[in-house]
């Protein structure tokens, strides 16, 4: 028995007539007639009885015609649901991000998303690079954006934005007239970072490292504005993504560039080898579109 058949069944139960049933379906008389009878021969069985000028279902006909509504029904809505989806009139995806990169990017993209695509359901999760590697390659996020390099194998990405890591200092800091600094600058010397959740810190771990130099962290944190007003009071240095830093400073501080150059460059990760939904893909164009636009 095929869904064909259980229309055809549906319809003769809400027309009870054998032509008019035919009419609707654009079906000739003989054609429904004999997928009837295959029906019934299949089930050993006779659907309906002849009550006057109407066919009326028999009790295993009444059976049928409830399964034959169910499924029907439960087909239409599935055809419904992947039209939706086709036209992303439906859909949910779980990105993750950074605070900074969320504080610094992402309100009007999200908001220009909605506005094109109300549709789609979209949660956010905020928390360092590292940790939102981790979270893609488990599944827990269908796609994140985080610092380079990608650690994990597993991951794709594709990089949307480039700066640098500076170093911030007040303009009276001892610092501030210098044209850049290198890690052996901070030999026996505090700063203030990011805390070891993000790439940022994994990355300057491994410049210290390689130059024989121990870092003195003075202050660790997840939050941007936090270290930024404690480096400020405190005449302190603080060691951060170029464009967090401008977001906060008013240009009431001095940024030094490394030698060599630190690069920050934000990529979009997503998992290898697993299917991308149709909203997950439109939620990775678009941020691909904004970010082109900010680089322009």
Not at 39 to 63: A, I, K, M
Not at 65 to 87: F, G, P
Request: hydrophobic share 40%; charged share 20%.
């Amino acid at each position: 028995m095929d869904i064909n058949q259980l229309q055809y069944i549906k319809m003769i139960g809400e027309t009870k007539h054998m032509s008019k049933a035919a009419e609707k379906l654009y079906i000739s008389q003989p054609a429904l007639h004999k997928a009837l009878r295959k029906v019934e021969e299949e089930l050993n069985s006779t659907l309906f009885y002849r009550n006057g000028h109407e066919l009326l279902p028999t009790d295993t006909g009444q059976l049928v015609l409830e399964y034959a509504n169910n499924i029907i029904n439960s087909m239409d809505e599935m055809k419904d649901k992947i039209t939706k989806l086709q036209n992303l009139e439906k859909g949910n995806v779980v990105i993750g991000f950074p605070s900074i990169v969320g504080t610094l990017y992402l309100p009007e993209m999200l908001i220009q998303f909605k506005k094109k695509y109300p549709g789609i359901s979209l949660r956010t999760v905020e928390s360092g690079g590292n940790q939102l590697c981790s979270l893609v390659e488990s599944g827990d996020l269908d796609v994140a954006i985080v610092v380079r390099p990608i650690y994990l194998q597993t991951l794709n990405e594709i990089p949307i934005f480039r700066d640098q890591v500076v170093v911030s200092v007040n303009k009276d800091h001892p610092w501030a007239k210098r044209n850049f600094v290198t890690v052996k600058d901070f030999e026996n010397v505090p700063f203030n970072t990011f805390d070891s959740t993000f790439n940022v810190h994994t990355q300057l771990m491994n410049m210290f490292k390689n130059s024989n130099v121990s870092p003195n962290f003075q202050f660790i944190g997840a939050s941007t504005q936090f270290l930024y007003e404690l480096s400020t009071l405190s005449n302190g240095i603080l060691v951060l993504p170029k464009p967090a830093i401008e977001f906060y400073s008013q240009g009431n501080t001095a940024l030094i560039p490394f030698n060599p150059t630190f690069p920050w460059e934000l990529c979009l990760i997503f998992k290898k080898n697993t299917f991308l939904p149709i909203a997950t893909k439109t939620l990775i164009g678009h941020i691909q579109e904004h970010f082109l636009h900010i680089s322009d």
